[in-house]
């Protein structure tokens, strides 16, 4: 009888370090992807480790606790998404025709210092992007003058060094209207370069989420912000990461500032008494005081 295992065998081997790293991802940083294709995840993995010449959980695991950069190498593989401008027709409607003019127009009447805008997990720099688009169509129509600091994070280093340059595919620009297109883009083959006036509104930087020192990105030094965006977020990490998660947004809104959350995601129990929804169809929530 031949003592070699069976293929069956060593894919069920493959499949059980695979698992091994995922709990330790979700027990040690709180990432949840049960959310998330595991085929697409498991090679993504298996690449890395094939990479590092390793064959088995622990040492990879070892190698995470020794190597703490590999951690960003690891979450950037995992996390990265496909993102495109004005994602949620809906939401950026209401933000655009309603909560966004408002805000602006109280600020100019109110002698206010500026807007301050939080995108947490921004990815390629498209919401935060769209953001800015929104406000600077605004601010020219109303011929108004504001100061507007647009903060976009992420855990991804690489991700982050891409947003930056603001360069993007059609796919991504989708949504776009024409006029906006032809006003904030500029066609270089087959990638649309962003308008620098709408690259400087924005400051990308690395923010760990449930870094439990912070409450706000350092970088903005305080919060006291009149809206964050934490689209889509949530979902990749399990409920007392999300706990956490939460208490910083809640403390990084100013009063009567709007949360901003992804279709799959609700408020916590907790805070349901403390925030009021702004309409039926989509997630944008009010800090009641």
Known sequence: MSLAPKIGDMVNLVKAQFIVILDY?????????????????????????????????QQYIKFLETYPNEWITLIDLLTINVSRFF???????????????????????????GIRI????????????????????????????????????????????KARKGCFVENQLVNVKLSLLNKYFIKDQNHYLLDEKIKEMVSFSYYDIIDPKTYVPPESLFGNFDIVLCRNLLIYFRQNHQTIIFNKLFRALSSNAFLVLGEAEQLPTKYQDQFEKENDYCHIYRKTF
């Open 87 to 113: 994602r949620n027709a809906l939401t950026f409607e209401t933000l655009a025709k309603k909560i966004l003019p408002n805000l602006i127009i109280h600020k100019a009447k109110t002698d206010s210092t």
């Open 118 to 161: 939080w995108s947490a997990g921004c990815a390629s720099g498209e919401e935060p992007y769209s953001i800015a688009v929104l406000i600077h169509e605004i601010l020219r129509k109303e011929h108004l003058d504001l100061d507007v600091t647009i903060f976009a994070t992420d855990i991804s280093k690489s991700i982050l060094s």
């Open 25 to 57: 991802l979700h027990t040690s940083r709180g990432f949840d992807f049960s959310v998330s294709r595991y085929s697409s995840l498991e090679r993504k993995i298996n690449n890395r480790l094939s990479q590092l010449k390793m064959d088995r959980a």
